[in-house]
């Protein structure tokens, strides 16, 4: 059974940073494509930024360009999400999701397994 955890959310000023983690237990961690979404009070879950199985390819949000990178470490089944200057707008819940996947440089839009989510909240 394939279980998804985040962590590293929490309370933070507009400009700051955080650095969110995703760990994974369960299937073969090395041939997940993983993505990060977020959802923000009466909007629609977003697609947030994404990262290969092999790690050699990312995609992101136009408005997280530049601000957002997305990491793995496969030893440690975790992925990460670096955010830097962090905005308001940038306030929501964030979860990430996994799918097994035979693309090693593609970045998957559809996902089968996801966390619960951790919160990020940006004051202005």
């Known amino acids: 059974q394939v279980q998804l955890v985040e962590s590293g959310g929490g309370l933070v000023q507009a400009g700051d940073s955080l650095t969110l983690s995703c760990a994974v237990s369960?299937?073969?961690?090395?041939?997940?494509?993983v993505g990060w979404f977020r959802q923000a009070p009466g909007q629609e879950r977003e697609f947030v930024a994404g990262?290969?199985?092999?790690?050699?390819?990312?995609d992101f949000v136009d408005s997280v360009k530049g601000r957002f990178t997305i990491s793995r470490d496969n030893a440690k089944r975790t992925v990460y999400l670096q955010m830097n200057s962090l905005k308001p707008e940038d306030t929501a819940v964030y979860c990430c999701?996994?799918?097994?996947?035979?693309?090693?440089?593609?970045?998957?839009?559809?996902?089968?397994?996801w966390g619960q989510g951790t919160q990020v909240t940006v004051s202005s």
């Open positions: 999701a996994v799918r097994e996947t035979n693309l090693y440089y593609a970045v998957l839009k559809n996902y089968d397994f």
């Open positions: 369960g299937g073969t961690f090395s041939s997940y494509g």
């Open positions: 990262i290969s199985r092999s790690g050699g390819a990312t």
